[in-house]
């Protein structure tokens, strides 16, 4: 799987997205829906003060100037709500040469300000000045500006992917369960233009992934669908957005936008899938229909194939509650698409049957058998072979399916009529009457005058597809990004669940050219084997503390090795090193020998003696040594570089005692 790498500065084009002034027909669209979502809100505060007066008053006089209130409100907010209908039912921007799809409208959001939360959480949790975090800040918030006007191509995808995948790094250092932040994420129904306020970042990174399928889908719809290349991004696109929309219910289960409920998003998953079935037909039929009997029967069960996920797509928009939010326009173009395609199917099966007779040179067994594969049961239970060979028995059954493709094309083009948004599309219109034209000029063709109206009814063609469109996870939602807040420290240490003390600053000094401990781990390093009678564990260091700097040098991302060249050259005064503690006290733990030991194990060992200094101890092995004298014991906890010396200088220097020569 390809991983796309985005670095902590991302290039222009990829961190400022489109410029939302810019004259376009989608940012055009985006314009009118950002603004008629601020009405629709400013209409239902309305609404809301309106109704909390009626429950207060009981003034007759006050409570019919507000009834009278609430009706022009309501009336407002319907008008409102059908020109956002409009809007998700404009596909005139993006197609006009095929039978238009259906792409979803980017979900709106107001702008957040992290600042001064972020600010003060650093502050408080990390013990730095949240001042000096002013340009990670600006980052982030420039980075969600970029993601409100993403390109419409894949760059745009990696836009909002990187963003999704910066949310689970903050998410990390600065939210926790049991504290709020005072962050709040304000994001309007794609569908009905209801705001939705959380403090959740759950609603931040589900409408990030809505938008990143809504973004396939107009992708997919803006694609050439004239030529194979086109076709292909089209098909690819629309998987991709099924397979965002299926993680999406997958992961967030409880989300409080009704455009991402599961029951929604189950429909979006299948319209998506349609759409990219029908794409598939289309590029099958590209370069041309052959007449010849088999490519006949095979492209009947294809278009059988959509019109059924067709079918199932307008079933799901009829349920309630989708139906109550679902466009009119929608639903009656999965409907329109149903009739359609399926007459498609029933006008090849007739063609293969009423212009193909079988010859003695054809291959019989293989016709009968693609034949019998065709229906569920056969037409007046004839068997397959006598259909074939017997001509007006085929010239029955193929003017059979003919009256029902003619019949399904007049009920689309019927139902096209019913809706106000289909009949502007002109497109739509003629390739409805162009079929319409071509299924009655057969039908007329192959009826003889006076001859003996037959009304049987053509049997249902078994949807059948070599490529079954399906729900696919697009390589670029798995983005990898620098933190923006790596300064903080390693996240594994330095996040918002962990807690430790504030940084303490102790002294350390050689004592026999010894410091009296060692260090473990990488980035943050820990103490550990701490001499209880050092210098450095009389001035506060205690087994299990975090170095996070020595002297004015910060350390928190370095490793044992790292640190070490920093505490070798510590003189005969010392240096000032800061650590912090965690609070939890099973971190405190350190191994040795793979047995755990703790500075209260070592404090035991003293507990007969009352004059603890006067005994002799055996010191500990110190930051450097520890690794040679227990080689045989337990594995080191780093491994360093050689370098260009001798052996015997690199064996001295990584092993024994910090010394001043």
């Not at 065709?374 to 068997?383: A, F, H, K």
């Not at 996070?548 to 640190?563: I, L, N, P």
């Not at 070798?568 to 006290?585: C, H, P, T």
Request: proline letters at 4%; one cysteine or more; a negative charge.
């Amino acid at each position: 799987m390809q991983i796309f790498t985005v670095s902590l500065f991302l290039s222009l084009s990829l961190s400022q997205g489109c410029n939302p002034l810019a004259e376009t027909g989608r940012s055009k669209l985006q314009n009118q829906r950002a603004s008629l979502n601020q009405q629709i809100i400013k209409e239902m505060r309305m609404r809301a003060g309106a109704e909390n007066l009626l429950k207060a008053t009981s003034n007759n006089k006050v409570r019919d100037m507000v009834v009278l209130e609430l009706s022009y409100v309501n009336s407002n907010l319907q008008l409102l709500m059908e020109q956002l209908e409009g809007l998700n039912s404009s596909v005139e921007v993006y197609q006009n040469l095929n039978i238009p799809l259906i792409p979803l409208g980017l979900k709106e959001t107001k702008e957040v300000d992290f600042s001064v939360p972020f600010k003060d959480f650093i502050l408080e949790h990390y013990s730095e000045d949240g001042a000096n975090f002013q340009d990670e800040i600006d980052d982030l918030m420039d980075l969600r500006q970029a993601c409100r006007t993403p390109s419409r191509n894949e760059a745009g995808v990696q836009l909002l992917s990187s963003y999704v995948a910066h949310l689970s790094l903050v998410e990390s250092r600065f939210f926790t369960p049991n504290r709020q932040m005072g962050i709040f994420f304000t994001w309007y129904d794609s569908f009905t233009g209801v705001p939705v306020c959380q403090q959740n970042l759950s609603l931040e990174k589900a409408s990030l992934l809505f938008n990143t399928a809504a973004l396939y889908t107009q992708i997919g719809t803006r694609s050439d669908r004239q030529t194979f290349s086109g076709l292909e991004e089209a098909i690819a696109a629309f998987q991709k957005s099924a397979g965002v929309l299926h993680q999406l219910k997958e992961t967030f289960t409880h989300t409080p936008s009704y455009d991402m409920s599961p029951a929604m998003l189950s429909m979006l998953i299948k319209m998506m899938l349609a759409q990219a079935q029908e794409c598939l037909f289309e590029k099958i039929a590209l370069s041309g229909i052959r007449n010849e009997f088999f490519m006949l029967l095979r492209m009947a069960q294809e278009a059988a194939k959509v019109g059924e996920v067709y079918d199932q797509v307008y079933q799901s928009m009829i349920q309630t509650p989708i139906k109550d939010n679902v466009p009119f326009f929608w639903s009656t173009m999965a409907q329109v698409k149903t009739y359609h395609y399926c007459s498609l199917a029933h006008y090849f099966v007739s063609t293969a049957l009423l212009d193909h007779q079988l010859k003695p040179s054809d291959d019989e067994d293989k016709q009968e058998k693609a034949l019998s594969q065709l229906y569920d049961t056969m037409p007046d239970g004839r068997s397959p072979l006598d259909i074939l060979r017997d001509k007006e028995e085929r010239r029955r059954i193929g003017k059979a399916h003919l009256r029902r493709a003619i019949m399904n094309q007049e009920e689309a083009l019927r139902i096209q009529g019913l809706c106000r948004h289909l009949r502007n599309i002109d497109i739509l219109k003629d390739i409805l009457q162009a079929s319409l034209k071509r299924s009655l000029a057969k039908f007329e063709h192959n009826t003889t005058e006076g001859e003996f109206t037959d009304y049987m009814e053509a049997p249902d063609i078994i949807s059948k597809t070599e490529h079954r469109a399906e729900p696919e996870l697009p390589a670029a939602t798995k983005v990898k990004v620098k933190d923006f807040f790596h300064r903080l420290g390693p996240l594994s240490v330095f996040s918002a669940k962990q807690r430790w003390t504030a940084p303490r600053t102790v002294r350390l000094k050689m004592e026999d050219r010894d410091l009296g401990f060692t260090l473990k781990g990488d980035a943050p390093v820990q103490i550990q084997s701490l001499d209880p009678l050092c210098y450095a564990a009389m001035e506060g260091l205690k087994e299990g503390d975090y170095l996070v700097a020595v002297g004015d040098t910060d350390c928190k991302c370095m490793g044992v090795s790292d640190v070490i060249k920093l505490l070798k050259d510590v003189d005969e005064e010392g240096v000032d090193i800061k650590v912090v503690s965690m609070m939890d006290s099973s971190s405190h733990a350190t191994y040795s020998g793979g047995l755990p030991k703790t500075y209260s194990m070592i404090c035991l060992a003293f507990d007969d003696d009352k004059n603890p200094k006067a005994r002799k101890v055996a010191k500990k092995p110190s930051l450097l040594s520890w690794g040679l004298k227990n080689k045989h014991k337990s594995a080191s906890t780093q491994s360093l570089p050689t370098g260009d010396y001798t052996y015997d200088m690199v064996f001295l220097w990584l092993y024994l005692p910090i010394r001043i020569l």
